[in-house]
Nanobody, 119 residues
Framework: QVQLVESGGGLVQAGGSLRLTCAAS????????MAWFRQAPGKERDFVAA????????DYADSVKGRFTISRDNAKGTMYLQMNSLKPEDTAVYYC????????????WGQGTQVTVSS
């Protein structure tokens, strides 16, 4: 069974940056589109960013466009989310997952990684 492990979260001041990493095992990584999602306290889990299997196509939620960058390294079996100009409203638990063409998650969630942005 595929397991997803997110890492790289932490506490950062507004305007700061963090880089999240997603690792999936055990499988061949490159065949899947993948996405980042986030869930703030008391809210539903929302789409943040997606990337196709080759890394040539990306998409972002309007709230993070121009600030976040999704990427992947299929040779290493990892996906990343570079988050710049962080805002307090970015505070959430961040999750990665395989994604279908409508950005719906396809497999069981991992534990996520907490991102907290202080004002």
């Amino acid at each position: 069974q595929v397991q997803l492990v997110e890492s790289g979260g932490g506490l950062v001041q507004a305007g700061g940056s963090l880089r999240l990493t997603c690792a999936a095992s055990p499988r061949t990584f490159s065949s899947y589109a993948m996405a980042w999602f986030r869930q703030a306290p008391g809210k539903e889990r929302d789409f943040v960013a997606a990337i196709n299997w080759s890394g040539s196509v990306t998409d972002y939620a309007d709230s993070v466009k121009g600030r976040f960058t999704i990427s992947r390294d299929n040779a290493k079996g990892t996906m990343y989310l570079q988050m710049n100009s962080l805002k307090p409203e970015d505070t959430a638990v961040y999750y990665c997952n395989d994604a279908d063409s409508n950005y719906r998650p396809l497999i069981d969630w991992g534990q996520g990684t907490q991102v907290t942005v202080s004002s």
